[in-house]
């Protein structure tokens, strides 16, 4: 059965950084993209970055230059690096495994203005 399990949230002011760790299991992790979601109060769920299993990345504009996604395989664990957060950034985030419908619990960021 395949599992996720975000960690690092938590509440900074705005400019600071938090890194977001996804450990999954179940999968052969090394072989599929992984993505991190996040769900603002009274939003849908966007995506907010994609890594494939070769390395390349994707990042919707709003994040673009301030957000870093990583992966470790050997840990199968993704990571997502935020700095100059800003409060628009406030949300649950979710990591995914882009290829299945599994979700873990998801890890709140809240950044204060």
């Known amino acids: 059965q395949v599992q996720l399990v975000e960690s690092g949230g938590g509440s900074v002011q705005a400019g600071g950084s938090l890194r977001l760790s996804c450990a999954a299991s179940?999968?052969?992790?090394?072989?599929?993209?992984m993505g991190w979601y996040r769900q603002a109060p009274g939003k849908q769920r966007e995506l907010v970055a994609t890594?494939?299993?070769?390395?390349?990345?994707n990042y919707v504009d709003s994040v673009k230059g301030r957000f870093a996604i990583s992966r470790d395989n050997p840990k199968s664990t993704v990571y997502l690096q935020m700095n100059s957060l800003k409060p628009e950034d406030t949300a649950v985030y979710y990591c995914?495994?882009?290829?299945?419908?599994?979700w873990g619990k998801g890890t709140l960021v809240t950044v204060s203005s």
């Open positions: 995914k495994v882009l290829s299945m419908n599994y």
């Open positions: 179940g999968i052969i992790f090394r072989l599929y993209t």
């Open positions: 890594i494939t299993s070769g390395g390349s990345t």
